[in-house]
């Protein structure tokens, strides 16, 4: 460690220096977390509701707390958890990948954790205090309009929503920025690892899908508080306008849950594979492919609606069109596999109940794409399993894994192996115990969102099966807490690169310092640690392998040309401050007081304009290390 570089870019100590950080390693420590905190609260929520519907006529809850159990279970899990998480993989990792000492803007990394944070606690906040959205977690008007939903259970979930996006958007912003101007020299486009490219593909599905939700609740929120009449068709407004902007966010957002799963897919098979990712160009241009086509699929979860017949075909061939740069990626992953040595350690195993959930949630999807089918569907327990068949086998098996994977790298210590192996079992068939009956009940008629059924209509013995599923997952989420919080304490140590990994994040210490590395590499492989050692030359004429001359006593980083990552200049990063923090305080009062009475936009904006401008006044020593930079040759 070099004790001069530790002093520049450490956090501050104390209480103060807690709220203060700006370290990208810390900020992503407490997204991951923060999200899984919120998923083990939203798994609650999902095994009560499957302890009431266990057997017919079941009393344990009443019909008002299962609306809010199951609109905040979904509303947490889709914005609170899974696309959090992976920014908060993303945030952590991106940086080391690609040979950064510092993540972009980071202090709007951290005012962009701060926002994530207190938009969560306000949603668990209300729930607790029987306050909670009860209107489905896409919230479809008129039953969240003022009409059929009065008080301010929607407006709580419609301010959530634009207030904990903020934080989605802003955290795409530093992972775009991160990609193509911090990349350590010779890193170029081509040489960029998978799992960066499919991040960066995730920010920008987010930077382009977002916006149209937040304006999406910002005009629910204005229909209910202020009288406009933005999705009132008696006032000339159209209640379809709501399915077209949500979903047209909702259905990238699949993708930008998936995508990142695909992204451990290509880091960890490679490496317990013992050789390259095969077809490195095909994989990039599937995860492109993904992205774009993503965007052209939202009808589908509308075909139910009077949209025009001709139109639903073109919906129908873009759902189908979209499992094929998926199935390109497959086909990749079993060729690395083929011709590799297989390692079945626990992280693998994940990777590998990826490809039989996967195709299974696949194959559901391209049924629920033909739009007679659909109708027959819709609203049912089917959709419920399809969508968890893609969703936790498309992102959440492989996320546990990249959580074995990477955990090393973070705290510096293994996790057990053998409760790893028995984590994995019990989730891999709880999981499939818990939700393919809900594909029998949804082809038998249940629909979803009921908190009761009667003896007669024969749902009983596959609900309570389900429910016997739900609790095996519960055990085996409570195992992997279990495991990590010993293996934290008295772990193994990890070393540098336990796995023989050929990515950057393994160049360096685990746990990283602050400074992520000591001298900043310079890149010549796809794999540089797969290639001669970066710390020898093979030849006295050969080409350095570390850049030097970055000052040790200002956070200096070296930025990089978008395409080839040549060199460009030296730019001083910001020092840790409060002001983030309490610029999210601001923040989270003008958005959250706003439920309650439009006036608190208009107050509200006088602290988070005051607070701004203190956040981004210039001190005295940034000035004088920018001017010092610029003095330098």
Not at 8 to 14: E, K, L, N, S
Not at 341 to 365: N, S
Request: hydrophobic share 55%; proline share 8%; with cysteine.
């Amino acid at each position: 460690m070099n004790p001069v570089l530790e002093r520049t870019w450490r956090d501050p100590p104390g209480v103060v220096g807690w709220f203060s950080s700006i370290d990208h390693k810390t900020i992503g420590r407490r997204y991951l977390v923060t999200a899984f905190a919120f998923f083990v609260g939203a798994g609650i929520m999902a095994a009560l509701m499957r302890l009431q519907l266990a057997r017919p006529e079941n009393t344990l809850i009443g019909p008002d707390l299962y609306n809010q159990l199951f609109t905040t279970h979904g509303t947490v899990m889709m914005f609170l958890f899974a696309v959090p998480v992976m920014q908060g993989m993303a945030i952590y990792l991106v940086p080391l990948m690609v040979g950064s000492r510092a993540i972009a803007f980071p202090r709007m990394n951290a005012f962009a954790y701060w926002v994530y944070l207190f938009g969560g606690l306000f949603i668990f906040t209300c729930l607790l205090f029987n306050f909670g959205p009860d209107a489905g977690w896409f919230s479809y008007v008129p039953l969240a309009g003022p009409e059929y939903a009065p008080g301010k259970r929607a407006d709580v979930w419609a301010q959530m929503i634009t207030f904990s996006e903020l934080s989605g958007l802003l955290a795409a912003i530093v992972v775009i920025a991160t990609v193509f101007k911090l990349r350590a020299p010779g890193m170029t486009l081509a040489r960029l690892p998978l799992f960066v490219w499919a991040m960066l593909a995730t920010a920008f599905m987010i930077l382009f899908a977002m916006p149209s939700v937040m304006l999406a609740s910002t005009a629910l929120i204005l229909d209910r508080l202020v009288s406009t009449h933005f999705y009132n068709p008696a006032e000339g407004g159209d209640a379809l306008l709501w399915q077209h902007l949500f979903w047209f966010f909702g259905h990238p957002e699949v993708y930008f849950i998936f995508i990142p799963g695909l992204a451990f897919m290509s880091s960890i098979i490679p490496t317990f594979s013992r050789r390259p990712i095969f077809g490195y160009p095909a994989v990039v241009m599937s995860l492109t492919a993904t992205a774009f086509l993503s965007f052209g699929l939202w009808v589908h979860h509308m075909f139910a609606t009077h949209i025009p017949e001709l139109g639903k075909s073109f919906f129908t061939a873009a759902s189908m069109l979209i499992a094929l740069p998926t199935a390109i990626q497959i086909f990749c992953w079993i060729a690395t596999m083929w011709t590799g040595r297989l390692l079945l350690a626990t992280p693998m195993l994940h990777m590998l109940a990826f490809f039989f959930i996967l195709v299974l949630g696949g194959m559901t999807g391209l049924m629920v794409a033909s739009v007679p089918l659909d109708l027959q569907l819709t609203d049912t327990y089917f959709v419920v399993a399809h969508l968890h068949y893609v969703l936790i086998g498309g992102a959440v098996f492989p996320l546990f894994g990249a959580w074995y994977y990477w955990f090393p790298k973070i705290t510096g210590r293994m996790m057990s192996e053998r409760l790893g192996r028995w984590q994995f079992w019990l989730f891999f068939i709880g999981f499939n115990v818990a939700f393919y009956p809900m594909h029998h009940l949804g082809l038998r008629g249940m629909p979803r969102r009921v908190y009761t059924y009667t003896d007669e209509m024969g749902w009983g013995p596959l609900n309570l099966l389900a429910t016997a599923g739900a609790v095996t997952i519960a055990i085996s989420v409570l195992l992997f807490t279990i495991n990590a919080v010993m293996s934290l304490r008295r772990g193994m140590l990890a070393g540098e690169n336990p796995w023989g990994a050929g990515t950057l994040e393994w160049a360096t210490s685990s746990p990283p310092p602050s400074y992520n590395f000591d001298r900043q590499p310079i890149v010549r492989a796809r794999d540089p640690l797969w290639e001669p050692p970066l710390g020898e030359l093979r030849e006295p004429t050969a080409e350095p392998t570390h850049i030097v001359g970055l000052a040790e006593h200002t956070r200096e980083v070296l930025v990089t040309t978008v395409q080839d990552a040549i060199p460009d200049h030296r730019l001083a990063f910001p020092q840790p401050t409060l002001w983030p923090f309490v610029s999210a305080i601001a923040v989270a009062i003008m958005f959250l007081g706003s439920i309650f009475t439009p006036w608190a936009i208009v107050w509200g904006g006088i602290p988070v304009a005051l607070f701004a401008t203190l956040w981004f006044w210039p001190k005295r020593e940034e000035t004088d290390a920018a001017i010092a930079i610029e003095k330098r040759p």
